[in-house]
């Protein structure tokens, strides 16, 4: 039934809602009475926690209005919107993003001082929502962001994960998963609304039946649950816009069953309840692997049917002509894992609103875009016909149809190519549903996240499809907000990029290049070095504060931070390091020699990646000997501190020196965490892979140290057969390095700890380390060369800055508009 609306009399209940008045006194009334009326406490009496959670809900008082005035004006709009479906948002900490976009961040930290409070102590407190494993889901939030901030109407969809990725620890250098419980003590930023929940049905079987004369089917589901949402918000840079995040949480239809309760079974009254919950309950800590797992499926299913339920049923007005939903919306696929929802939009429109086959699925196809994140084959997900035939009948039905129709297509086209039609069905030979043909023959564009990854999906990956679908394949690079890599992790930077040329920058990234010309002021160059020094010594601060560790002062800061995973080549990085001390050590050079460097490691293992955690170990391990090790006289430090997220990498991004972006070409699709680098003045070593590839064209040959093989190298090299033996003993730094891990000098002299790890390397090698090793060894020789020039390094790290604009987010957003959505312009 729909609820009444309220037929208001008073003045103030037909008003606009008005936020509180934007000054410290305004500020510091609202937040008093948060703290009062909302955690019911006085100041005297408050806890962190409760400061935290009045000057968040402080802070949502001034988007509240605005919020409010957006989602209105979304719903009458009958203008086209995305819904970005997306398995993860990896948020990163959300009270110093709000009080930027507010413009809010001085008058905060005025009025709590005035509260006798420090600000700094009060945002310390936020545990940030780690709803991703790493760059896919990062890259939704930075999305997320640009939209609002470009006034483009959007809503993002997603799960509210009670736990998030695992909080990483290190017992003796070994990783060790704990549960993320960041909501232990509550958000503060989102908004639940359990009367709004949707139900979500699963398992069941299907039946055909008669409608009028037309043999229909239908699913007699056998199981549900309840999709709870929560509303996040999404502001806009100074623009005033919020959009929302919507995160759905499962939760049992039924609570507990008070008979079987009362008969003393509690386990068994609760079994329901527990089972239902547990489709939100734990993010899966998996970074391009598939993971083929009944309750994945179960997530991704649970979160898309609520989503387009939401959008088809809520959102729209009633009496809307479902023709029409192409002109209204587009869901945006990140990546496989919402790719359920092309079946499930085809099962609304079908069994639901009762619409014919063929006119659902000219609208499926107009609704739906698919971004592939990967290049590697078994991270391409699958789903067995059994399971997901026992957990979505209805939907393998649908699935199937779909398949048969495409299959009648291509050989149309083709006749009986057998062989064709074998590699382009969606459903494997065993049986398996692959999700990236499905999402490739019902999207309407297919998108790679740069150059290189695009041009290989449509050559290698997808290349029949590419050839059935002229014109369907695209690319939208990849790119990051400089609202939180720039402007909140670098404010000396930003500062220094204001003072010279003007405001109005982070909103319009390019205009960086207006500080090409500084490159060549002597001051300007000053200025920016010691804006470098000062992060630097704001990291070594965090670090000291959080792991005990102390960062040498006039060390070149080399960091590799990202997912730990054999093709993006932390070995390699280890492998150079073990080399330069060993070298040390053996009295072929000496510590003066060696450019002072801190090497910064951080990577998050999956906790079922056996070699992945070695290497974590290993890492961990060579860092305990070289940091303690009175012969390298300091000119050497290994610092990995562990559970690396978005707030650690606030700090860590703009202090670097060097970016490591070493990844066996053609394996990492973008890479996002190379172009935060890039804005905040890093220079890079890096592989052509990925979108390392347009940060050299645009940041130039000369300003930027690339080795290894091309990705057409590895093909050939992959194809003539790879012996990493061969290079070993093409190289005696090499062949050192891996003889001295494997004396155990990293392993109290038990050499069996890390032999996995090199006769992995010595034997297969998957991807080709050692091939690349002598040539990584040599850029880094380039490296020191330019380091030592002070001068012509600043000089190079500007123009890395001046030159990266383009990987604004704000522009990835534009590509998308005008590539793939058609959204209409922004105003
Ligand atoms: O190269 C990155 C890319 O920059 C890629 O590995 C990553 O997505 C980033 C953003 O486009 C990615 N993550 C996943 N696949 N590709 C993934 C797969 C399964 C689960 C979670 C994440």
Request: hydrophobic share 40%; charged share 20%; with cysteine.
């Amino acid at each position: 039934s729909t609820p009444s609306r309220p037929q208001p009399t008073h003045p103030l209940a037909v008003a606009p809602v008005t936020a509180p008045e934007a000054t410290v006194d305004g500020f510091v009334e609202q937040f008093l009475r948060n703290l009062n009326n909302g955690r019911g406490v006085a100041l005297s009496a408050s806890t962190p926690n409760d400061r935290y959670f009045a000057l968040a809900a402080t802070v949502r008082d001034y988007l509240m209005a605005r919020w409010l005035e957006d989602v209105r004006r979304q719903r009458t709009a009958q203008s086209k919107g995305v819904a970005y479906l997306s398995a993860e948002y990896l948020l990163g900490r959300q009270l110093d993003n709000n009080l930027l976009a507010t413009g809010l961040t001085e008058i905060a930290g005025e009025a709590l001082a005035a509260c006798g409070l420090d600000i700094d102590e009060v945002r310390a407190l936020e545990i940030e929502p780690g709803l991703g494993n790493g760059g896919l889901g990062r890259l939704a939030a930075c999305f997320i962001d640009s939209l609002a901030t470009m006034g483009v109407p959007n809503i993002g969809y997603g799960i509210r994960y009670e736990y998030g990725i695992f909080r990483q620890t290190f017992v003796d250098g070994q990783q060790v998963e704990q549960a993320d419980s960041w909501l232990s003590l509550g958000s503060p930023w989102e908004f639940p609304h359990p009367e709004a929940a949707q139900t979500i049905s699963f398992g069941g079987h299907t039946e055909t039946y008669d409608d009028d004369g037309v043999v229909r089917s239908r699913w007699i589901p056998a199981w549900n649950v309840q999709a709870v949402p929560h509303n996040y918000m999404v502001p806009g840079y100074h623009n005033g816009r919020v959009n929302t995040l919507r995160l759905w949480s499962a939760q049992a239809t039924q609570g507990f069953d008070l008979r079987t309760f009362n008969s003393g079974d509690y386990q068994e009254a609760v079994r329901a309840q527990t089972y239902a919950e547990n489709i939100s309950k734990v993010l899966y800590p998996e970074d391009s692997t598939p993971q083929g797992k009944e309750l994945r499926l179960q997530q991704q299913y649970f979160f898309v049917a609520a989503s387009i339920s939401d959008f088809v049923n809520l959102i729209l007005p009633r009496d809307f002509d479902l023709t029409r939903l192409p002109e209204r919306v587009i869901f945006q696929l990140n990546d496989t894992h919402p790719v359920i929802g092309v079946p499930e939009l085809m099962r609304v429109l079908v069994d639901e609103k009762g619409l014919e086959w063929d006119a659902a699925w000219a609208i499926t196809r107009e609704c739906f875009a698919y971004t592939c994140h990967t290049l590697l084959p078994e991270a391409l997900e699958v789903w067995p016909s059994d399971l997901l035939g026992r957990l979505l009948p209805r939907h393998l039905e649908i699935i199937y149809r779909i398949n048969d129709e495409f299959l009648d297509e291509v050989r149309e086209r083709y006749g009986d190519d057998e062989d064709r039609i074998r590699r382009m069905s969606i459903i494997a030979p065993d049986g398996a549903v692959r999700m990236a043909f499905l999402a490739t023959v019902a999207g309407s564009k297919v998108n790679g996240v740069a150059e290189l990854h695009s041009q290989l999906l449509r050559e290698k990956v997808l290349p029949d499809f590419d050839e059935f679908f002229p014109g369907k394949f695209t690319n939208v690079t990849n790119g990051v907000t400089p609202r939180r890599f720039v402007k909140l992790a670098n404010p000396g930077l930003s500062r220094l990029i204001t003072d010279t040329i003007g405001p109005g920058w982070l909103t319009d990234l390019d205009r960086l290049r207006e500080l090409e010309p500084f490159a060549d002021d002597a001051s300007f160059r000053q200025a920016f070095a010691s804006v470098k020094a000062a992060n630097k010594r704001a990291l070594a601060k965090t670090l000291h504060a959080r792991d005990g560790f102390t960062v040498d002062d006039g060390h070149m800061l080399d960091v590799m931070v990202k997912r730990l995973h054999e093709y993006k080549r932390q070995t390699l990085k280890l492998l150079h390091i073990v080399s330069q001390y060993d070298a040390i050590v053996s009295g072929r050079v000496s510590p003066a020699e060696v450019t002072p460097r801190t090497f910064v490691f951080g990577a998050k293992a999956a906790p079922g990646y056996a070699m992945a955690k070695r290497i974590i170990h290993l890492i961990n391990a060579v860092g305990e000997v070289v940091n303690s090790d009175p012969r390298v006289e300091g000119r050497l430090a290994v610092l990995f501190p562990p559970n690396y997220n978005v707030t650690l990498a606030e700090r860590v991004v703009p202090a670097a020196d060097l970016s490591e972006q070493i990844s066996l070409a053609g394996k990492e699709a973008s890479g996002t965490g190379n172009m935060k680098f890039a804005l905040n003045g890093a220079l890079t070593i890096g592989t052509d892979d990925g979108a390392n590839v347009e940060i050299r064209q645009l940041v130039g040959d000369e300003n930027f140290f690339l080795f290894g093989m091309t990705e057409p190298e590895v093909a050939t090299l992959a194809e003539t057969g790879y012996h990493p033996i061969d290079f070993v003993r093409a190289d005696e730094n090499l062949q050192s390095a891996l003889d001295l891990i494997s004396s155990g000098a990293f392993s109290c002299g038990d050499g069996s700890v890390f032999e996995p790890v090199v006769s992995n390397l010595v034997h297969h090698d998957p991807f080709m380390a050692l091939a690349d090793f002598t040539s990584y060894a040599a850029a880094q020789q380039k490296v020191d060369a330019l380091y030592a020039d002070t001068e012509a390094w600043t000089r190079s790290a500007i123009l890395n800055v001046a030159r990266s604009g383009f990987f604004s987010s704000d522009r990835s957003m534009r590509d998308y508009i005008d590539r793939i959505w058609h959204t209409p312009p922004v105003r």
